[in-house]
């Protein structure tokens, strides 16, 4: 089945305590992309991936990091977690921007918080 | 910055009957705006695509229509049911980079 898969689904972590949310597709996708959403701010944009070592800025990059050494996956790196980066965040894949049908498929996504 | 909003906010109709949702952007260079549905506590699912070339695009019940140059999309929802209530969302992709903008969606519920 074709699908993104994130991990974990739910996290409560401490401030300061370095965590990775993965983010995994099958469908040998070359965009990948991470968005957080919070009440009244929508989804916004973190990091994105154009292909395997390509990334880039979003709208909202501070405090996160991001790798991209194989096509299928994606991680999200906090090294330093604060309690404004409790919210639910989602990783979305796309056949690449150079296709004509660029659909994104997101994942479940995964609720962190951070206390 | 690319800016995209989305009114009205919420929206409530009794089952059967045909509504629009609107989606305005700020810059009207974009690759292509799509168009999701958000169910409470659930991922995003893609709805429709349109391509900065295309005016429109028909799935089943639903009809998304563009025109660039106002910056505004349109999408139509044809015999509203409820199991349509959710959140709709719609996202522009901007041509010089994988950067996308969403809208912060609207919510309609659907009243047997």
């Known amino acids: 089945e074709a699908q993104v898969t994130q991990n974990p689904r739910y996290l409560i972590t401490v401030t300061g305590k370095k965590l990775t949310v993965t983010c995994s597709q099958n469908m040998n996708h070359e965009y990948m992309s991470w968005y957080r959403q919070d009440p009244g701010l929508g989804l916004r944009q973190i990091y994105y991936s154009m292909n395997v070592e390509v990334t880039d800025k979003g709208d909202v990059p501070e405090g996160y990091k991001v790798s991209r050494k194989e096509k299928r996956n994606f991680p999200l790196i906090l090294e330093s977690p604060s309690p404004n980066q409790t919210s639910l965040y989602f990783c979305?894949?796309?056949?690449?921007?150079?296709?004509?049908?660029?659909?994104?498929?997101f994942g479940p996504g995964t609720r962190l918080t951070v206390l | 910055k690319q800016e995209v909003t989305q009114i009205p906010a919420a929206l409530s109709v009794p089952e059967g009957e045909n509504l629009v949702l609107n989606c305005s952007f700020t810059d009207s260079a974009i690759y292509n705006l799509q168009w999701f549905r958000q169910d409470p506590g659930k991922g995003l699912t893609s709805l429709l695509l349109?391509?900065?070339?295309?005016r429109e695009q028909t799935s089943g019940r639903l009809n998304a229509s563009l025109d660039k140059s106002s910056g505004r999309s349109t999408l139509y929802i044809a015999a509203s049911q409820p199991g349509d209530s959710a959140t709709y969302l719609c996202a522009v992709f901007s041509t010089n980079a994988g950067k996308s903008t969403f809208g912060d969606g609207t919510t309609l519920t659907v009243k047997p």
């Open positions: 349109i391509q900065s070339s295309q």
């Open positions: 979305a894949s796309s056949p690449g921007l150079a296709r004509y049908t660029d659909t994104q498929y």
